[in-house]
């Protein structure tokens, strides 16, 4: 069992940075694929970052470049490193984990969740 819960999120202007952190609970954080989904009204769950055990990282075409996704395996922590914010970032972005050790850009394959923390990129 997993509990996630993030911190981080807010206001910003477009262009500027904020900080996503994930706090898990449970044994074994270590061996967990992590990542970050966000989710506007009326639309799906879209992938943005996810970090294996073994430190790779994937991320959305969308966020290349401007977010990164890092862990603190000491601190059972997730994080995303968001730079160059845009109007489009607006959304609810969710923390999740997966036990096994691939990384996947469906939602679907993600058995924890956090419950979400929302940013708001202003133009």
């Known amino acids: 069992q997993m509990q996630l819960v993030e911190s981080g999120g807010g206001l910003v202007q477009a262009g500027g940075s904020l900080r996503l952190s994930c706090a898990a609970s449970g044994r074994s954080f270590s061996i967990y694929s992590m990542g970050w989904f966000r989710q506007t009204p009326g639309k799906e769950r879209e992938f943005v970052a996810g970090i294996n055990s073994g430190y790779a990282t994937e991320y959305a075409d969308s966020v290349k470049d401007r977010f990164t996704i890092s862990r603190d395996n000491a601190k059972n922590t997730v994080y995303l490193q968001m730079n160059r914010l845009k109007p489009e970032d607006t959304a609810v972005y969710y923390c999740?984990?997966?036990?096994?050790?691939?990384?996947?850009?469906?939602?679907?394959?993600?058995?924890?969740w956090g419950p979400g923390t929302q940013v708001t990129v202003s133009s």
């Open positions: 999740v984990g997966r036990a096994e050790g691939a990384i996947f850009s469906t939602a679907a394959r993600y058995e924890y």
